[in-house]
């Protein structure tokens, strides 16, 4: 498994290298990279949501922390880059509920990485069926997509500007890992962790599923706006400075005669 992931993981990187070299931006291998980093963090939030490593993989610390976390945390972003690559150009013709629909695919893909994890025993969950027989597959498939749109609506902010304005993003994306997981989440796993009783945690688990629906929804307009405002500004005239200042001067008035 570790060995399939290195050699994944490697392909990725040298196809996000040719990606960058193509749109001349270092956005794609920085946002790759700073993915498997922040999967090093994975643990934490397992251990929030009750997922359970399998024993027999090949661990970093003790027994917490798998080498796989490392090897796959460019899957997080892997939808946004594909995404944004196809749909750089196209993004404003596609509209608000054409992104709904790019975003339910990458709802479908995080999903099937949460099914076919479990079914291959990499990982399991305390609990396979949240309250209300929501699978918890389907709810961190839903965290996994709030996390892959915002990372989308990052990339086409940040991938025109310099080399050191594109590191910002490093931080910005660990933020987005805390903020989604932990503070978007905490409703569903504050109720299940803290109190037990069905009624609260459901309670909890809608209030996350419609933060994560709102989140999804303002990361949306946001990117089409910036697109929009971007297609805007590319298709503005340019104007000659020696035609600007010869306009200028020509519309001054007068001095008016004695």
């Known amino acids: 498994m570790e060995i399939i992931l290195f050699l994944l993981a490697a392909i ?7 990606a960058g070299l193509s749109a001349q931006s270092p956005l794609f291998v920085c946002v790759a990279v700073t993915a498997m980093v922040t999967g090093l963090f994975s643990p934490l939030w397992h251990w929030m949501y009750g997922i359970v490593y399998a024993s027999e993989l090949v661990y970093l610390v003790g027994r917490t922390l798998p080498l796989v976390a490392f090897l796959g945390g460019w899957v997080m972003v892997l939808p946004a880059i594909v995404i944004f690559a196809t749909l750089r150009r ?3 013709d596609i509209g608000y509920l054409g992104m709904w629909g790019v975003a339910g695919i990458v709802f479908l893909f995080f999903w099937s ?7 291959f025993g990499i990982w399991s969950y305390d609990n396979e069926v949240t ?5 918890v597959t389907l709810y961190l498939a839903l965290l996994h997509t709030l996390c892959a749109v915002i990372v989308l609506r990052m990339m086409f902010e940040y991938w025109r500007v310099s080399v050191g304005t594109t590191l910002q993003i490093i931080p910005i994306i660990f933020g987005l890992q805390i903020f989604c997981y932990a503070v978007i989440g905490s409703p569903f796993y504050a109720m299940s962790l803290l109190t037990g009783a069905s ?3 459901a309670f ?15 990361a949306i307009t946001s990117l089409l706006q910036i697109q929009f405002n971007t297609n805007n500004t590319a298709g503005m005239p340019i104007i000659d400075l020696a035609v600007l200042e010869e306009l200028t001067r020509h519309q001054q008035p007068k001095p008016p005669r004695e």
């Open 12 to 18: 990725v990187i040298i196809l996000c290298v040719f």
């Open 199 to 201: 009624g609260l945690t």
């Open 131 to 135: 309250a209300l027989g929501v699978p």
């Open 204 to 218: 909890g688990l809608i209030c996350s599923i419609l933060l994560i629906l709102w989140g999804i929804h303002i």
């Open 113 to 119: 990485i949460e099914g076919l994890g479990a079914q």
């Open 90 to 92: 196209l993004l404003v």
